[in-house]
């Protein structure tokens, strides 16, 4: 096995078994590699939970450049269908075009940025881009206007969207301040004052240029699980856009806020092979949007059968994946700490932590109907999980004069009853003979 190969192993594996704490510390051994190409596959993985968890992630000149963009990034299959969108392989164009437009005493000082700091500090990193972001569009808009030499991995498709970045470089500062005083990715339902700050944003950018003002529309309707909120900002304030333009953007969304939810059921589907946790996360977002969009206003005119058809791809992945949880991932995690009498209280919160994660599929599930379909996967994996607790509790009993009690499966057990239910575990208690001694 080569040293690279060796590298994308232990990051899998730590990645995959790691609690919420614990995955700061992952992605900081991930940040001081000297390249993060041999596992930026495995990353995007946990894409999702990294969003949720927010670890803090070291403050470099690279994550203050694209802070603006940071809304918009796509994989290059899902960007081609949304001119607003960046591919992420467009980065690093941006990145040395950007660089060969800084003038050296300029670059020093985007650079030079003090150790140990991070993204929270929202101070520095307000200053860096007030410096970085005005040099990032005056040096694309050189490019696109002068040229010059060529740049690795430049395609000639990317210039209507390297024009729409030095737009919101442009504008950058004004942007960000806006975003920062609403919720990260996944947003939730916005409170009134939050409403009024989203509202700001697509006012104040609605003349600037059509293409900033869509942009801005876009960052809102990625970062959201609650479209149909963004989707009456749209419609019940005057942003003084014409009727068909308002409701085609209003469609528009619609089908990408649907490609999304197929997006993310493929994702959900390939995570459950890896993390369950991530699966959760993703799963408890492609939900609620699917809830939103069951609610979104008659202007949006969404297709029902569409819809409905989205929504049935949906239920049957995350049954198929509530499924191979059960029977995959978190048997083993189960399997693991039975056969053991020495599992540390981090090894057990990591267990509870894919119990959780379980837990949360099935409750994702349930919000689209599919509690029956659920309430059976439980009903066939039940016994497995009983067979492993007796299994234990027998052998522990052997050669002990008077048998041993329920205690020495008390971590397995609170993993049952957040799994199947508290009388689940008292089941299990009761056919052990009782008793926690």
Not at 114 to 143: K, Q
Not at 258 to 272: Q, R
Request: aromatic share 4%; charged share 25%.
């Amino acid at each position: 096995m080569n040293h690279d190969e060796h590298i994308r192993q232990e990051v899998e594996r730590s990645l995959r078994q790691a609690s919420d704490r614990q995955l700061a510390r992952v992605m900081g051994f991930i940040d001081r590699l000297p390249s993060r190409r041999i596992v930026e596959d495995i990353v995007e993985r946990v894409r999702s939970r990294l969003a949720l968890v927010r670890p803090s992630r070291p403050l470099t000149y690279a994550r203050v450049l694209f802070l603006p963009l940071q809304d918009l990034l796509a994989e290059p299959a899902q960007a081609a269908g949304n001119p607003w969108l960046v591919p992420r392989p467009m980065l690093e164009v941006i990145r040395e075009v950007v660089r060969r437009g800084l003038s050296p005493p300029l670059a020093a000082a985007v650079t030079a940025i003090p150790p140990d700091r991070t993204m929270d500090d929202v101070e520095t990193v307000s200053r860096l881009g007030e410096v970085l972001w005005p040099a990032a569009a005056a040096a694309l808009r050189d490019f696109l206007q002068h040229g010059g030499a060529p740049v690795p991995g430049w395609q000639e498709d990317y210039r209507k969207r390297l024009d729409g970045v030095a737009q919101l470089y442009e504008h950058a500062i004004d942007i960000t301040a806006l975003l920062e005083q609403l919720p990260p990715r996944p947003m939730g339902i916005l409170t009134g004052e939050q409403e009024t700050v989203a509202l700001a944003l697509l006012y104040s950018m609605r003349h600037v240029s059509d293409a900033v003002f869509r942009s801005c529309y876009t960052m809102l309707m990625r970062r959201t699980t609650e479209p149909s909120q963004i989707f009456r900002i749209m419609i019940d304030n005057d942003l003084d856009l014409p009727t068909d333009q308002r409701d085609r953007m209003l469609a528009e969304a619609a089908v990408e806020c649907l490609n999304e939810i197929d997006s993310m059921n493929t994702d959900v589907g390939n995570l459950g092979a890896h993390s369950v946790q991530s699966a959760a996360d993703t799963t408890v977002r492609l939900v609620s949007l699917i809830e939103s969009l069951e609610n979104a206003p008659a202007a949006v005119k969404l297709d029902a059968k569409t819809l409905s058809a989205t929504k049935a791809r949906a239920s049957k992945t995350i049954v198929r994946t509530f499924e191979n949880s059960l029977s995959g991932e978190m048997r083993r995690t189960v399997g693991d700490l039975a056969a053991r009498t020495d599992a540390t209280d981090e090894e057990v919160a990591t267990a509870e932590a894919v119990a959780r994660s379980t837990r949360k599929i099935e409750m994702a599930g349930e919000r689209l109907g599919l509690a029956r379909h659920l309430e059976g996967v439980l009903d066939r994996e039940f016994g497995a999980y009983r067979t492993l607790l007796l299994d234990k509790l027998r052998q522990s009993r052997v050669g002990r004069r008077g048998g041993a009690g329920v205690s020495v499966i008390m971590d397995e057990l609170r993993l049952i009853e957040i799994l199947f239910g508290a009388e689940a575990a008292m089941a299990i208690i009761e056919e052990a003979g009782g008793g926690v001694g």
